[in-house]
C-alpha cells in the first residue's frame, strides 16, 4: 500500500526558511508528478508547486521566487524548499502523487499526504 510521509514544517519568523519533504512509500513502479497543496482556515485548497518525473515544475504565482520544489525519483521523496516566508504562507500543506501505479501494468492512482503545518510569524 502506498504512504506519503510528510515531514519539516513547524513556526518560522517572517522572511525565514523550512523545507518540507514527502516520501512515497511502499511497491512503486512509478509516479509522474507530485505536488505541494496548502490550506489555510477557512480557504480552498490550492496548488503551491509541483513537479513531474521529468523535471517539468510549475508553481503558483504568490510563491514564485521564494519557493523551489524538487524530487529525487529513485526515493520517490519530493521537496518543497520555502524562503522569504511570510504570514500569508500559514497553512496547511499537503503533500500529493499522481500517476501512481505499483507496476508497469497497473492503473494510475492518486493519493495525498496527512498534511504538515507551517506557521510564520509576523
Known amino acids: 500500500q502506498v504512504q506519503l510521509v510528510e515531514s519539516g514544517g513547524g513556526l518560522v519568523q517572517a522572511g525565514g526558511s523550512l523545507r518540507l519533504s514527502c516520501a512515497a512509500t511502499?511497491?512503486?513502479?512509478?509516479?509522474?508528478?507530485m505536488g505541494w497543496y496548502r490550506q489555510a482556515p477557512g480557504k480552498q485548497r490550492e496548488l503551491v508547486a509541483a513537479?513531474?518525473?521529468?523535471?517539468?515544475?510549475t508553481y503558483a504565482d504568490s510563491v514564485k521566487g521564494r519557493f523551489t520544489i524538487s524530487r529525487n525519483n529513485a526515493k520517490n521523496t519530493a521537496y518543497l524548499e520555502m524562503n522569504s516566508l511570510k504570514p500569508e504562507d500559514t497553512a496547511d500543506y499537503y503533500c500529493?502523487?499522481?500517476?501512481?501505479?505499483?507496476?508497469?501494468?497497473?492503473?494510475?492512482?492518486?493519493?495525498w499526504g496527512q498534511g504538515t503545518q507551517v506557521t510564520v510569524s509576523s
Open positions: 500529493n502523487a499522481d500517476g501512481v501505479r505499483v507496476s508497469r501494468y497497473s492503473e494510475n492512482t492518486n493519493y
Open positions: 511502499g511497491s512503486i513502479f512509478m509516479i509522474n508528478a
Open positions: 513537479i513531474t518525473s521529468g523535471g517539468r515544475t
